[in-house]
């Protein structure tokens, strides 16, 4: 629901502001906040060998996630911003089947093909002007970088994995956050010295929308993300997500009287149609996994 609402608010925010010029300021406070959180908590300190894997999810899950997001959502607005965001739990799964993490299924392979049908519709009709198809449109553009952040969010969430075998939560988040704050400034000094920053100055109207974006979106479910992480499946984790088009859709309706298309709607239910092919499979999984472990004994010493 954070991330949801988050796609309204940033949209209200990045209309007084530069849209790196916001994420910058978002992620310089959310950075620092997260690593007092993981001394005062934690205070697990991480090794020299693990730099490069830090890197990555600092690359993945902040910087790539949250630049193409924020250049998607200014691009294409909030309803699409987030109704691709179910694409998040299929290219986890995707990635897991392509890494051996899970075995392949019907239900998954079928759900992430729907899914993709659906991306590939959204993207289609979105650039169809006058009967005519013509890439190159904003909300085209904005639509691609936000396959981008979807898939990077994955890649941030598999990657994840491995790392949280070693290291508590909070400490993953907080170093992952600091890297991707440091690529971001990067960024926005290339955008200046490019000339593509709009402003560098923060409308006094940007202080509400940055003020929900590092406590809500970011701190706190940056966090319960990674420990969710720790304890289940990378592509239950990224489901996470399904709730996003439904708030955002409803907001935007009300904030700004936006509406999507009927195509891009259809694409939208394919997406969620895959996710839900995916997700069943997850539930079969889990229920033959306990049909497994045979009868199990309750509380009064009876047969379950």
């Known amino acids: 629901t954070a991330f949801g609402i988050y796609s309204i608010v940033a949209k209200l925010g990045i209309a007084y502001t530069d849209p790196i010029v916001f994420s910058l300021i ?20 991480p090794l020299a060998r693990d730099a490069g ?7 993945t899950g902040v910087w790539g996630n949250q630049l193409f997001f924020i250049l998607g959502l200014s691009f294409a607005g909030p309803s699409i911003a987030s109704i691709t965001q179910p694409l998040i739990p299929v290219w986890a799964t995707f990635l897991a089947l392509i890494l ?11 759900g992430i093909v729907v899914a993709v ?11 169809k002007t006058d009967g005519h198809i013509k890439f190159g449109g904003k909300e085209t553009i904005g639509l691609l970088f936000l396959m981008a952040n979807t898939m990077s969010m994955a890649v941030y969430i598999i990657l994840q994995k491995p790392i949280l075998k070693r290291y508590p939560s909070i400490t993953v988040t907080a170093i992952a956050y600091m890297v991707g704050s440091c690529l971001m400034a990067v960024t926005a000094m290339y955008y200046v010295v490019r000339g593509f920053m709009n402003k560098w100055a923060v409308d006094k109207l940007t202080l509400w929308p940055l003020g929900y974006a590092v406590i809500f979106p970011t701190v706190l479910t940056y966090a319960a993300l990674t420990y969710a992480n720790q304890q289940l499946d990378a592509s239950i984790v990224a489901a996470s997500n399904t709730i996003q088009p439904l708030v955002a859709t409803v907001m935007a309706y ?19 149609i895959g996710l839900g092919l995916v997700c069943l499979q997850k539930y079969f999984d889990a229920r033959n996994a306990t049909d497994a472990l045979g009868p199990r004994l309750n509380i009064d010493g009876k047969v379950q």
């Open 26 to 45: 978002r992620e310089a406070i959310a950075g620092p906040l997260l690593v007092l959180m993981a001394l005062t908590f934690e205070r697990v300190r």
């Open 53 to 59: 894997w830090f890197f990555l999810l600092g690359l």
């Open 100 to 110: 051996r993490m899970e075995k392949p299924s019907i239900l998954k392979i079928g």
């Open 117 to 127: 049908i659906g991306a590939i519709v959204m993207v289609v009709f979105s650039a």
């Open 254 to 272: 009300f904030v700004f009287g936006t509406l999507l298309s009927i195509p891009q709607y259809i694409g939208g239910v394919l997406i969620i």
